[in-house]
């Protein structure tokens, strides 16, 4: 059974930072690329930030130079350390695991709430 469980949400000043955390169960986690994702409310889900299997990341320009993806495949958890937020960051943010560009699995997603 594949399980993908975020923690590190919450409430956060602007300008303050958090860390989130994705453990993976289920799955091969080092072959996969993981992948970041937000959706503020009445919006579509967007690509926040991805790591491939080889380290390479990529990221939406709205987080460039603040948030930083990394991961450690000894613990099959991938992280997002997000500086300097700003209100429009709000939202929920899911992990996502990606295998062989095919075979997809979501977390159950964790609220982060930034304000002003």
């Known amino acids: 059974q594949v399980q993908l469980v975020e923690s590190g949400g919450g409430l956060v000043q602007a300008g303050g930072s958090l860390r989130l955390s994705c453990v993976a169960s289920?799955?091969?986690?080092?072959?996969?690329?993981m992948g970041w994702y937000r959706q503020a409310p009445g919006k579509q889900r967007e690509l926040v930030a991805s790591?491939?299997?080889?380290?390479?990341?990529n990221y939406a320009d709205s987080v460039k130079g603040r948030f930083t993806i990394s991961r450690d495949n000894a613990k099959n958890t991938v992280y997002l350390q997000m500086n300097s937020l700003k209100p429009e960051d709000t939202g929920v943010y899911y992990c996502?695991?990606?295998?062989?560009?095919?075979?997809?699995?979501w977390g159950q997603g964790t609220q982060v709430t930034v304000s002003s």
């Open positions: 790591i491939s299997s080889g380290g390479s990341t």
């Open positions: 996502k695991s990606t295998e062989y560009g095919a075979v997809v699995y």
């Open positions: 289920g799955i091969i986690f080092r072959i996969n690329t």
